[in-house]
């Protein structure tokens, strides 16, 4: 009976629903998901500056908007700059003494081509300057919105319509996933974290602690997509928590440089797991996914060692530690 | 709620959206091809079916139960595939006069 306490969910989170039901998001959509905790998280005090893609097309078609919240809509290339000239524009219309400070946060979502690819640079800018946003990369590890095209986010091995299997190149992707959660730790920035909706509580804080803390914060977010990975929609949160326990995505925060594991699993569960429930990477030999099983390890010692075998302390590991790491 | 579709005549001038989340008024339930049947004597009122849907269709009832909004509903099965206790089995739509 204790147990089945512990496990009451919904008193931990708001019933207040800022990304409205009925969206067109697909069948079993990892990223609307993804979405709806973040919207939770943040509240009614927020404005969104939203880069095309996926999110952005399921949610704002005409004449209908999922939105309860403002809402702006950008190109891939420049969500940064907007996030940036929204808050400054806040800023100085309060110095001007137009407006009084209402504690507005602000916040960009982009997909991982707006992140990764397009919109870096916006991106690397609005960082370096120092605004005070959070920024929250939804990584469906391709284009997903346009049908399916890889973007440097793309895993090694994964099959896409611009990386096919053929006779010639039997792997798919040939290249590495961009490590976008590095190179935003690069820029110095007082924040960084990794989440997945598979992990709700996890996600909700970080996004919590992304907003309080004053200056640029980057959150990386895992979202499972079942069309573009060939996967049937019902095992979306499933394959969010074989990533995180194979250690192909982990799950940990960079505060002020300082890295924590979010969750720590004593053995890494093999990638095989993870990638046979896949069909874009049904062609894999045996040797290839060994190869990504040593690269796993490899990145994941490291970022380990960086950790030096801590986990993040606090309410967040407090409260979902026991979801976490619940045998399911 | 409405189902009825637009016409090019009932949109503001400029395009403008005049209603924040009228999206829920947008049925999507129409997509589905199975729907998720709940056996209530099994559930233990957890909510991992509420927190896991990704179309924000399950609601919690006075009872305490979580019921889906078959008006949003697009049949994922995400629900029935998390539940630790099987409360939920996913069912084949049938045809039916005003469902569809």
């Not at chain 1, 640029?216 to 074989?242: D, K, M, N, Q």
């Not at chain 1, 250690?247 to 990638?275: A, C, M, Q, T, W």
């Not at chain 2, 008024?25 to 957890?46: A, F, H, L, M, Q």
């Amino acid at each position: 009976m204790e147990q089945e306490e512990e496990l009451f969910l919904p008193r931990f989170i708001t019933t207040e629903e800022n990304f409205a039901a009925g969206h067109r998001a697909c069948i079993g959509c990892g990223e609307a998901l993804a979405v709806r905790h973040v919207c939770k998280a943040l509240g009614k005090n927020v404005i969104i500056v939203n880069a095309t893609g996926c999110i952005e097309i399921y949610s704002s078609l005409l004449p209908y908007t999922s939105w309860r919240v403002p809402w702006i809509h950008t190109l891939f290339e420049n969500v940064g700059a907007v996030v940036s000239g929204v808050e400054s524009a806040y800023k100085a219309r309060i110095q001007k003494g137009k407006i009084e400070d209402r504690g507005v946060k602000f916040v960009g979502f982009a997909g991982d081509g707006g992140t990764s690819d397009i919109g870096l640079q916006a991106l690397s800018g609005a960082m370096e300057r120092g605004h005070d946003f959070l920024y929250c990369c939804f990584d469906n590890e391709a284009y997903m919105n346009t049908g399916i095209q890889r973007s440097s986010s793309t895993p090694y091995g994964a099959w896409t319509t611009t990386a096919p299997v053929g006779k010639k190149s039997i792997v798919g992707q040939t290249t590495w996933k961009k490590n976008m959660p590095e190179i935003a730790v690069a820029h110095r920035i007082p924040y960084v974290a990794t989440a997945c909706p598979s992990y709700p509580f996890d996600l909700m804080d970080k996004v919590k602690r992304g907003m309080e803390i004053e200056g640029p914060a980057y959150l990386h977010i895992f979202s499972v997509c079942p069309t573009g990975w060939r996967c049937p929609p019902e095992i979306t949160v499933e394959i969010g928590r074989l990533v995180v326990e194979t250690g192909i995505f982990p799950l940990y925060e960079v505060i002020n440089g300082e890295y924590h594991l979010s969750v720590d699993f004593p053995k890494l569960k093999s990638v095989r797991e993870y990638l046979k429930k896949q069909g874009r990477f049904r062609h894999l030999t045996e040797k290839d996914i060994e190869r990504i099983q040593a690269r796993v390890e490899e990145e994941y010692e490291k970022l380990r060692e960086r950790a030096s075998q801590k986990t993040a302390k606090g309410a967040s590991q407090n409260k979902c530690a026991k979801f976490m790491t619940m045998d399911r | 709620m409405s189902s009825e579709k637009k016409g090019w005549k009932d949109i503001e001038i400029g395009c403008v959206v005049t209603e924040p989340g009228s999206a829920a008024s947008y049925k999507t339930g129409d997509w589905r091809s199975e729907r998720p049947v709940r056996d209530n004597t099994k559930c233990i009122k957890c909510g991992i079916c509420y927190i896991y849907c990704p179309d924000a269709a399950i609601n919690e009832d006075e009872e305490g139960y979580f019921e889906a909004d078959l008006y949003y509903c697009k049949g994922c099965g995400v629900c029935a595939h998390e539940c630790p206790r099987g409360v939920i089995t996913m069912v084949e739509e049938e045809e039916e006069e005003g469902e569809k």
